[in-house]
């Protein structure tokens, strides 16, 4: 089917429209109109080539929401006109023991994600959310509880998930003190579900204007990174640190703010390698992890989560032709906190 969507043709060119083929919908296939697309950083990494992995062109967008159109023969998951949602990962091979153990993101032969990964049924790469309908095996596709709004809910498809998955698999929770650095989309997400676990919530930004926002998203207390003094009383205390930075910054920095056996985890991907100085481990003694969003089961546990406690997005919504300012503005850190493309004006 030939499908509409928004593309980046090389690292400098403007994203711009461009026609895809998405295949008939497959036995245990779901056919989506998408509604909405959340926009991610890791979109504006992929469509500058700034991991140096891009195949061109990419159609980016990975926090996919929309009503389903068609179910293939054997789909029991959904049926027409019900709400959809496809995240970062749309295939893998089902039988290595990554995938048995639900960590489909680790597949040992290659976790097929959303786009820029190779597609098994075309033969050429998959073509993310900026578009106007995808198709996704049954298994790979994601129900949204009914009382989150639609586009507040898209970004839990990739923000929620990465800040969620880490957060629970560090224990995250009452009488922990936890730290989240950056207020962005994945940020601001880990705010709030932090909160939500029951845990102290730290919220550390290099902006300013972001104090007020950080304590009602759920922080009881927000610091200035910038501020070497209001870093340092918090020496030796937390139980962990969720880093969701997408540019250059000095990890030590943080890691000294973790406590005997604290653990600072890796989400964000700045383009090039951050210094690390050994003491900031070894005394006293420290963990560095990292963590890639989170497989499907734990992704339905999330929204599911965040359906219980009423959580979504805080969103600005924009049409398919902002987009390119939305990565300008998004390179400033001035997003509030999520833009989220509203597909329909992709169809106008
Ligand atoms: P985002 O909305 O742009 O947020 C990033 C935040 O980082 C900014 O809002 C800003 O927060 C902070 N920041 C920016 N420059 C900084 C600097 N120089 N020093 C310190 N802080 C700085 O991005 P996002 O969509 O949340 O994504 C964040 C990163 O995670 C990206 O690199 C993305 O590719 C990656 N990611 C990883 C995974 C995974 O599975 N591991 C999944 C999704 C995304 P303040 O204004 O509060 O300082
Ligand atoms: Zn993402
Ligand atoms: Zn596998």
């Known amino acids: ?20 083929a998405r295949r008939e919908p497959l036995p ?10 959340g ?19 990419v159609v980016p967008g990975h926090e996919i929401l929309g009503r389903v159109t068609r179910v293939g023969s054997d789909v029991t998951k959904f049926k027409v006109g019900d709400i959809a949602a ?45 578009s106007e309908r995808v198709v996704c095996d049954q298994a790979y596709t994601l129900k949204v509880p009914a009382n989150l709004d639609p586009a507040r809910a898209a970004p839990l498809l990739c923000a929620g998930i990465t800040t969620y998955s880490p ?15 950056g207020l962005g989309g994945l940020g601001h997400m880990g705010v709030k579900l932090a909160h939500a676990m029951g ?45 969701t930075v997408s540019a250059d910054h000095d990890i030590n920095a943080y890691l000294a703010l973790l406590k005997l056996d604290g653990s600072m985890v890796i989400v964000g991907v700045p383009p090039s390698p951050q210094p690390l100085r050994a003491f900031s481990l070894i005394s006293p003694r420290r963990n560095l992890a990292g963590s890639l969003i989170g497989g499907i089961a734990e992704t339905q ?10 959580l979504a997005c805080d969103i600005e919504l924009i049409a398919m032709s902002q987009i390119n300012e939305a990565y300008e503005r ?4 001035d997003v509030k906190y999520r833009f989220v493309i509203d597909m329909a004006t992709l169809k106008r």
């Open 86 to 130: 496809v995240g970062c990962l749309v295939d893998s091979c089902r039988t290595c023991d990554h995938c048995l153990a639900h960590t489909e993101q680790f597949c040992k032969n290659g976790a097929v994600f959303s786009y820029n990964g190779p597609d098994k049924h075309s033969g050429g790469m998959t073509f993310g959310g900026y």
């Open 28 to 37: 245990s296939d779901v056919e989506i109109d998408i509604l909405f697309c």
């Open 330 to 333: 998004m390179l400033k850190s």
């Open 167 to 181: 957060l629970r698999k560090w224990g995250a929770g009452k009488g922990k003190k936890v730290g989240i650095i």
């Open 39 to 57: 926009v991610c950083h890791s979109d504006l990494h992929f469509a500058r080539n700034e991991w140096g992995m891009t195949n061109f062109p």
């Open 301 to 310: 546990e999330m929204l599911d989560f965040c359906g219980k406690h009423n």
């Open 1 to 20: 089917m030939t499908t509409r969507a928004y593309a980046a043709t090389s690292p400098t060119t403007p994203l711009g429209p461009m026609s895809i």
């Open 199 to 243: 845990a102290h919530t730290v919220l550390f930004t290099t902006s300013e204007g972001k104090v007020a926002d950080g304590k009602r998203l759920g922080a009881d207390e927000v610091v200035i990174s910038k501020d070497p003094a209001a870093m340092a009383k918090h020496a030796s205390s937390f139980d962990m640190i969720l880093d």
